[in-house]
């Protein structure tokens, strides 16, 4: 093939994401195993079949010359800048962000149960990194959730997505960088949440050079392992590499990877979508 196994997973999962399909889904369009997938996408397999990304690629939609000729994963006509910082791979957030989350959903929850709002938060981040890591299910993590509130049942995946609210002139910011840099999200997630906002237009729909979705690379920020798996897909050095980010935890840890950061405050959006535009300025 035309591509070595790290570019080639790169791009199946560039495409996977683009035509929004879980890794489950994939594996059941294309009739493949779900190690297989996930050991294709990591790179672990040096030679895959031509028959099994042939399968993906009727699978995702596209033909296997798009699949496999493609080597950089850039949307067709970009001319790509670094910044004036050396930039030329720009990591953005989700919850808090693109997104406010959370504290609508806690009080709508709070409402629906008649459980004060401090005690549902309290015990919604009791198991928030378990399932952002993948490491419980969603319907376990409900079930966790339900049980420490006191109630019968929980869909939270409901609450999270019906209140979501999209920052709009942040979201414009990325669809602004889209164009000029490559870009990715990478975030800490619940399983099947983001391909949910992508689906309900609750995130731009664009092209992203990399999605890195913690439930299914199995770690979180802050932990050193997403960011690795990160600067992997993002295909360049970590010095040109800007993650903006609300966390200032998660913006220390990818500091210490050698990752330039910026903090994005969503209770002060005009004057942070400011600062993220003057640091995306091209260098020429």
């Given at each position: 093939?035309?591509m ?19 890794q ?51 949307a ?7 910044t ?15 997104v ?29 990194d ?8 969603i ?58 906002m ?34 992997e ?32 405050d ?19």
């Open positions: 093939m035309a070595d196994e790290k570019s080639l997973g790169r791009q199946l999962q560039s495409m996977r994401l683009g035509a929004n399909l879980t489950q889904q994939l594996c059941q369009k294309a009739n493949i195993s779900f190690s297989t997938l996930t050991k294709i996408e990591r790179g672990a397999i040096k030679s895959p079949s031509i028959f099994t990304v042939l399968a993906i690629a009727n699978a995702v939609g596209v033909g296997l010359d798009e699949l496999i000729g493609n080597r950089s994963g850039h067709p006509g970009r001319v790509l800048k670094k004036k910082s050396g930039n030329s791979f720009i990591y953005f957030d989700v919850n808090g962000c693109l406010h989350f959370y504290q609508r959903a806690f009080a709508k929850l709070a409402e629906s149960t008649g459980v004060p709002s401090d005690m549902v938060e309290t015990a919604f981040w009791h198991f928030n378990e399932v952002c890591k993948g490491t419980i299910s319907s376990e993590f409900n079930a966790k959730l339900a049980k420490k509130i006191g109630v019968d049942s929980v869909r939270w995946q409901d609450f999270y997505l019906e209140n979501v609210e999209p920052i709009a002139k942040m979201q414009e910011t990325l669809k602004w960088a889209s164009e000029r840099y490559r870009v990715g999200l990478l975030t800490n997630i619940m399983p099947g949440l983001l391909s949910a992508r689906k309900n237009e609750q995130l731009p729909n664009i092209h992203y050079d990399a999605i890195v979705d913690s439930s299914e690379v199995a770690a979180v920020k802050p932990e050193p392992e997403i960011f690795e798996i990160a600067r897909k993002a295909g360049v050095p970590a010095n040109q590499i800007l993650l903006i980010d609300d966390s200032r935890v998660n913006l220390m840890a990818a500091e210490k990877q050698g990752w330039h950061t910026l903090w994005f969503d209770s002060r959006v005009e004057e942070s979508v400011k600062r993220v535009l003057s640091a995306l300025q091209p260098a020429d």
